[in-house]
């Protein structure tokens, strides 16, 4: 699923649809995959690679590329529902790859997470990734329950859900996995 036929890793698209048909596999015979409640997912992933980390967001989460103070983050944000049973709805996510050099770590962000920027617009990309930076995951969902806590009705904020799920990783300093002799 992985590789290509010449052993370089497969685009991260094709890989994550090949993951998404062995799982499909595993339940076509036990669930019925065409029912429209079927569990579905969200995405985010990230590959090291030769020309600098491979980044994937599929369905409302988002990936952001830190590159300090200065310099703006590249935002990586897929506008798609969530993924349910279609193995090629990987193919549909969006992807860009990132050069490592000046990388100063990679954040993974489910739509609860960003809801500060990208629905409440109490701050940008650049101060979002500051505050994952400095304060980390934890300081980040602080601010975003802060946030639904001054607005329980969704008055200011109107929304289907008073809280999403919000949930964030940084990855610091990606650069370094790159620079391991024998990685790609």
Not at 43 to 65: K, P, Q, W, Y
Not at 155 to 163: G, I, L, S
């Amino acid at each position: 699923v992985g590789e290509t036929p010449a052993g370089a890793p497969a685009p991260v698209a094709d890989a994550l649809a090949g993951g998404r048909g062995e799982i499909r596999a595993y339940h076509e015979s036990t669930c019925d995959l065409a029912r429209p409640a079927t569990p579905a997912a969200t995405v985010t992933a990230v590959r090291a690679g030769r020309a600098g980390f491979e980044m994937l967001a599929l369905s409302d989460s988002s990936i952001v590329a830190d590159y300090g103070e200065g310099r703006d983050p590249v935002v990586l944000t897929d506008p798609h529902r969530a993924a349910s049973t279609d193995p090629d709805a990987a193919r549909q996510a969006s992807t860009t790859v990132v050069p490592a050099d000046g990388l100063y770590g990679i954040a993974l962000l489910s739509d609860g997470a960003t809801r500060i920027t990208e629905v409440y617009r109490l701050i940008g990309w650049p101060d979002l990734v500051t505050v994952i930076r400095d304060d980390g995951p934890g300081g980040l969902i602080r601010r975003v329950r802060a946030a639904e806590d001054s607005d329980p009705d969704g008055v200011r904020w109107p929304r289907f859900k008073a809280r999403d799920d919000a949930t964030a990783i940084y990855w610091p300093h990606p650069g370094t996995c790159a620079a391991e002799p024998g990685r790609p």
